[in-house]
């Protein structure tokens, strides 16, 4: 049995009889007749069951069926512009029960989020979880076609590794047999250098970890990551390729997904306003203009004696910059910022430095509008001898490191690359509160179930 009609090619069917096959996701009747709204995963559609047009049975049947029962309905499908989603509805002839479902533990009331997350096998079935889903699909086809259309190879690193990427503070570790301890990937970009040195431009994406104790908005501890990397290329190529790959991938979201957009924004218009302005090039700003900015930014603040969250922390020059200072310094515009030349002290230990400017990092962030960190990215480190003195400068075994410096040993070039997290573009694209809800099945900190 596969199925033959679906609720988003109805508007192709207007005059023809189909069945769709789906769950009954809402109700009403007046009388002599009852509105079904059927999902199917595709969309929803009224369904009108009029009692003079089918036996009784089979409306008793459908007064009958409660909320997310799975049904066939068949019937014509006839305009209904502005009566009924997707301007179409359907003349019911025939219902058919496949599975009665009874008290649905979430009902068209509101519910709590957390109430909603210990249920998000069925919350996923609500439209909200459903719009952003397919705003992620769209996004993760956009990313592999970017690339792909950019002659990169998909190069998949692997989950379980000897060694840690982002530092060693976040790792979750299991034990290997008999070969020490292994960790689950922080990053797959060491990996991506040495496909980049092997095909000349990769792409990994995949899951990612990072055992952070933090509650943020913005943290997952299980989250997907996309990783160019690229040999030959500098920063100021490494950053147009972010803006460019941004800037497509919002574009396809705006061209694919604009009807899931407006039920995420209630139909304001404000979400696809939002994207429409994420237009090139971006601003780009130096570390240190940055920081007076914020500078000036927190004393107007602290003067003015407005109250600060309890983890507020005033950022100081040298600082990396939290979470405060990200939306602080990206609600001053309306475009994504990057920000270039971070301290090297706060960033990772495979960065290269810029020889004009030996305490600064050539590292580069996408910051979004009042939102922050999208994309964190540099230009890799690329000499055997420096590169040795950083893995010792931050406590790093240099023996579980060999492979990677074989890529300096043997034909070593200049290279660069970056990481964007899905899950805080799919924040920023349909508007989230958290980011817990940007992802299938959530990891945090406090939630392992479902
Ligand atoms: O800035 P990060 O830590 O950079 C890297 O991992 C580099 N190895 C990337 C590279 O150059 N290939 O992480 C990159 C991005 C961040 O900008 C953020 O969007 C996302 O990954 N990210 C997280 N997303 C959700 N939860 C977390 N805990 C995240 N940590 C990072
Ligand atoms: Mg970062």
Not at 162 to 167: D, K, Q, S, T, Y
Request: hydrophobic share 40%.
């Amino acid at each position: 049995m596969m199925q033959k009609d679906y609720i988003e090619d109805l508007s192709k069917h207007v005059g023809q009889e189909v069945t769709l096959r789906g769950w009954l996701y809402n109700k009403r009747s007046s009388g002599k007749i009852q509105f079904l709204i059927l999902r199917d995963g595709t969309g929803l559609c009224q369904c009108v069951v009029m009692k003079n047009a089918v036996d009784a049975e089979m409306y008793a049947l459908a007064s009958s069926l409660a909320q997310e029962s799975t049904v066939a309905i068949t019937g014509k499908v006839q305009e209904a512009k502005g009566k009924a989603p997707g301007d179409v509805e359907l003349f019911v002839s025939k219902i058919e029960a496949i599975s009665t479902a009874t008290d649905y533990p979430i009902t068209p009331k509101e519910h709590g989020v957390e109430y909603l997350m210990e249920h998000r096998h069925l919350w996923l079935r609500s439209s909200r979880p459903w719009a952003t889903m397919r705003v992620r699909d769209t996004i993760i086809h956009a990313i592999r076609d970017f690339f792909h259309n950019r002659g990169f190879l998909c190069f998949d690193a692997p989950i379980l590794t000897p060694n840690a990427a982002e530092g060693t503070s976040t790792l979750f570790e299991t034990e290997y047999f008999d070969e020490g301890m292994a960790y689950l990937s922080q990053s797959g970009q060491l990996y991506g250098e040495a496909g980049a040195m092997a095909f000349g431009k990769v792409y990994v994406f995949g899951p990612t970890f990072r055992a952070e104790r933090s509650k943020t908005k913005r943290h997952l501890n299980e989250f997907w990551m996309v990783e160019p990397e690229v040999a030959f290329l500098d920063l100021e190529g490494d950053m147009e390729l972010a803006e460019d790959f941004v800037h497509e991938v919002i574009g396809r979201v705006l061209k694919e997904r604009e009807a899931e957009l407006a039920i995420l924004d209630d139909g304001t218009g404000t979400l696809k306003a939002r994207c429409e302005k994420v237009l090139k090039p971006f601003m780009r700003m130096h570390y240190d203009e940055a920081a007076k900015i914020l500078d000036k930014y927190w004393d107007e603040k602290l003067a003015s004696g407005e109250e600060l969250p309890p983890t507020f922390k005033r950022f100081e020059y040298g600082d990396d910059f939290g979470a405060y200072d990200e939306v602080a310094l990206t609600s001053l515009y309306d475009q994504p910022v990057i920000v270039h030349h971070y301290p090297a002290s706060v960033k990772a230990f495979y960065m290269k430095r810029d020889p004009n400017e030996p305490d600064k990092a050539l590292a580069m962030d996408v910051l979004f509008p009042e939102f922050g960190e999208i994309i964190g990215g540099s230009v890799r480190e690329d000499s055997l001898d420096v590169l040795l003195k950083r893995l010792e400068e931050h406590n790093l075994p240099q023996s579980i490191f060999e492979w990677y410096l074989d890529l300096r040993r043997y034909g070593s070039v200049p290279h660069a690359g970056f990481g964007l997290g899905l899950e805080r573009l799919v924040m920023w694209v349909c508007g989230l509160e958290h980011i817990r809800e940007a992802i299938p099945f959530p990891r945090t900190l406090t939630r392992i179930w479902p």
